[in-house]
């Protein structure tokens, strides 16, 4: 199974609410990051939160990494219908030949 | 300044064909990276380049597979003899830092490819 993978697969919200989507690894890393990729093309970074970190803001996203649990969670407040997107985390982690490994992804539907 | 570009867009070949996929990375970046990403997948990594180091292959699915980067910028994939399971969007990446902590990829549009 993949390094990172996310969780749901899916997810469906109203405009005005709140996304939240998590993401699960196996080995130690040395960082996560979030991207946003819009209609199967090229990935957008969002955010890069170091292993020593716990939680950074950006704008609107909240990125939260707890370490003794491998998990991260990606928090999109406020939710507009231009977040529809597919939303991936990537480890680099040294186990994996320090490699960017991203996830199967989260696929997020803002409706309006 | 200009982002990654990638060409062709989209391209569609019979099966058997071979293909070539262009990558030109942000000025100055020394990483290159290839990814395939199937439809509804995450991405799966094929080749990485950096500077003059020899490129990490280990992701390349088979000996059908091939990439160059000539003068540590532009990059070509090659993928001969296409099959039907090669269909996907390849990815083209660039970063200013190689592997290691604390970097961010910048990413291309992309390459439909499909094998009929």
């Known amino acids: 199974s993949q390094q990172g993978e996310e969780d749901p697969q899916a997810l469906s919200i109203q405009e005005g609410e709140n996304a939240t989507m998590n993401c699960s690894y196996k080995t130690s890393i040395n960082n996560l990051q979030w991207y946003r990729q819009n209609s199967g093309r090229g990935l957008v970074h969002l955010i890069l939160?170091?292993?020593?970190?716990r939680e950074k803001h950006s704008g609107r996203l909240r990125v939260t990494l707890d370490t003794s649990k491998k998990s991260s969670s990606l928090l999109i407040t406020a939710s507009r219908a231009a977040d529809t997107a597919s939303y991936f985390c990537a480890t680099d982690a040294i186990a994996a030949g320090n490699k960017l490994t991203f996830g199967g992804g989260t696929r997020v539907l803002v409706k309006p | 300044g200009a982002g990654v570009s990638q060409s062709p867009s989209n391209k569609v070949t019979e099966k058997g064909k071979d293909v070539e996929l262009r990558c030109d990375p942000i000025s100055g970046h020394t990483a290159l990276y290839w990814y395939r990403q199937s439809l509804g997948q995450g991405l799966e990594f094929l080749i990485y380049f950096q500077g003059n180091s020899a490129p990490d292959k280990s992701g390349l699915p088979s000996d059908r597979f091939s990439a160059e980067r000539t003068g540590g910028s532009v990059s070509t994939l090659t993928i001969q003899r296409t099959q039907q399971e090669d269909s996907a969007v390849y990815l083209c990446?660039?970063?200013?830092?190689?592997?290691?902590?604390?970097?961010?990829?910048?990413f291309g549009p992309g390459t439909r490819l499909t094998v009929t």
């Open positions: 939160i170091r292993s020593n970190e």
């Open positions: 990446a660039s970063s200013s830092k190689g592997w290691g902590v604390n970097y961010e990829q910048y």
